[in-house]
């Protein structure tokens, strides 16, 4: 008896950390955020730090695949913009990762959309 009791003991706490890094803390107060959700199943917990943590790491393969970091095993922000902004699968991201502009550029812009208001 003492053999299966240990056994599923130890099953118990293999399922519910299994290759988690993300805090599953930081997860749940994410979660409990939202006005809409006043309890949260430890199951679906835990499936959402995992599926997030399998998110951010295609995300990131995907960066560094079609990155310009390859050559010196390097990701940066503007391999992930470029590929939230290229890439159908990530556009919902490029408000979050926008890709970064010089202060000079962006005020052009600005000047060059206010000009178009003030023709019309």
Do not use: C, W
């Amino acid at each position: 008896m003492k053999m299966s009791a240990n056994t599923a003991d130890k099953d118990n706490n293999v399922s519910t950390n299994k290759n988690i890094s993300l805090p599953i803390s930081r997860v749940r107060l994410i979660m409990k955020s939202s006005p809409d959700v006043s309890n949260i199943n430890q199951e679906a917990l835990f499936l959402t730090t995992k599926a997030t943590e399998l998110f951010v790491q295609y995300l990131a393969v995907s960066s560094f695949n079609n990155g310009s970091g390859k050559g010196s095993k390097s990701l940066s922000y503007s391999d992930l913009a470029s590929t939230a902004e290229e890439n159908d699968t990530f556009h919902f991201l490029t408000d979050i990762l926008p890709k970064k502009i010089l202060a000079g550029d962006y005020l052009k812009t600005l000047e060059q959309i206010e000009d178009e208001e003030a023709d019309i």
